[in-house]
């Protein structure tokens, strides 16, 4: 195993030499010209070690995100030949996996429409056939949100090289952008040719590409890390996320528990029990998720219609893993002023498929002013917002 362990290593080093040459000159040639024997005896999971520690050494993630297509590029064909380890059928990688040959088919059948829009921009009939199509696309970053709320967090959980799913997650956002754009460019008849074309090249390129590495690094891994029980709790609780097109056939809903089998829970102003609290927090009409005082995440809302997606595998996370790279040192830089005191909220609204949403972060400090952790509210706020004159209870 040491033996195992040092080839490995050395495997490393030479990666992150590799590395330090593109991100230094942007040119691999001297390295692949000089270790072409080298580059046959990787293995799929040296890339999962070499990204985490680019990360901890703090490059930015853009870079990094460049770097990985240049370095996967010329290690494809070694990837590709190694035997991979196959998710059991009806697993939940597997289903995972349907999904993404579902993707494929839906890319395939854009190619030739695109093309022909191409040649033909002005046609409304073509026009409206790649909507059609690019819209039946959107459907699978379902896929996205899948891997980022169930699978990243076990990741970080069973993984000490877990931090290469901080690139995966920013590709995820590189492609919702793009196919954001895209529609929006195809509904309002606004196409700015030159910024479409490379939208929808990127989305091709990252959506094949994610789907290889996947297949081909990631998920193999996981097999060989992660037992199946942990994996097969997964299944049902992307389902409640909703699969993008290749669904499992559901299956008998789990038994609650209380936390505690009788008696009432005392809040000061009155005491309810634990079925009662969950009625109340979830028919509120919002979303609310808290982070204790460690920045660890410990219980989120279910209301009917969640805003932001939630599952049970945040529960334990640190709250800066639950955001995608570029935005995470906002999340820390809030919680760092509630912490100190400096402040107590933080409010920001942003505009969503045509609704708004007002996303308000509190500190909460107990009776004597110590910092306990911070609750986020999300509510969609259009119709508050739309608020005229008056309405009175006697009005009802």
């Known amino acids: 195993m040491s033996e195992f362990t040092n080839t490995k290593e050395k495997r490393l080093v030479k990666l992150l030499q590799l590395a330090k040459i593109i991100l230094g000159t942007g040119n691999p040639r001297s390295f692949v010209v000089t270790n072409k024997e080298f580059i046959n005896t990787v293995i799929p999971s040296d890339f999962i070690a070499l990204f985490d520690e680019l990360i901890k050494q703090k490059h930015p993630i853009e870079n990094l995100k460049a770097l990985s297509n240049k370095i996967l590029n010329i290690f494809h064909l070694p990837i590709e030949r190694h035997e991979r380890v196959e998710p059991k059928t009806g697993s939940f990688l597997w289903f995972l996996e349907q999904n993404n040959l579902e993707m494929a088919k839906v890319l395939n059948e854009i190619r030739p429409v695109f093309k022909a829009f191409i040649r033909e921009p002005n046609s409304i009939d073509i026009k409206k056939q790649l909507l059609t199509l690019i819209s039946e696309l959107e459907i699978f970053v379902k896929h996205y949100t899948i891997k980022e709320n169930l699978l990243f967090p076990v990741i970080e959980k069973s993984w000490q090289d877990f931090r290469c799913v901080q690139i995966m997650w920013s590709f995820h956002d590189d492609i919702r952008k793009n196919i954001r754009i895209v529609k929006e460019q195809l509904s309002n008849n606004s196409i700015d040719l030159k910024q479409f074309n490379r939208c929808v090249g990127d989305i091709f390129f990252n959506m094949l590409a994610i789907k290889f590495r996947e297949e081909r690094i990631l998920f193999p891994y996981i097999l060989s890390t992660i037992s199946e029980d942990q994996l097969d709790v997964l299944k049902n609780e992307g389902a409640d996320l909703g699969y993008p097109y290749i669904h499992p056939p559901e299956s008998n809903p789990k038994e609650e528990r209380d936390e505690f089998q009788n008696g009432l829970a005392n809040l000061g102003t009155g005491e309810l029990s634990v079925e009662q609290i969950k009625l109340i927090f979830n028919h509120l009409p919002v979303d609310i998720t808290f982070v204790d005082e460690n920045d660890k995440v410990r219980y989120f809302s279910t209301p009917k219609k969640r805003i932001f997606p939630r599952t049970t595998a945040i529960i334990g996370r640190e709250v800066k893993n639950c955001h995608p790279p570029e935005s995470v040192h906002v999340v820390e830089k809030i919680v760092q002023s509630f912490r100190s005191g400096e402040k107590d909220k933080a409010s920001f609204w942003i ?46």
């Open 351 to 396: 505009e969503v498929k045509g609704e708004f949403i007002l996303i308000q972060y509190f500190a909460l400090r107990d009776e004597n002013g110590k910092y306990r952790g911070v609750i986020e509210v999300s509510q969609e706020v259009s119709e508050i917002k739309a608020l005229e004159g008056e309405k009175r209870l006697l009005d009802w």
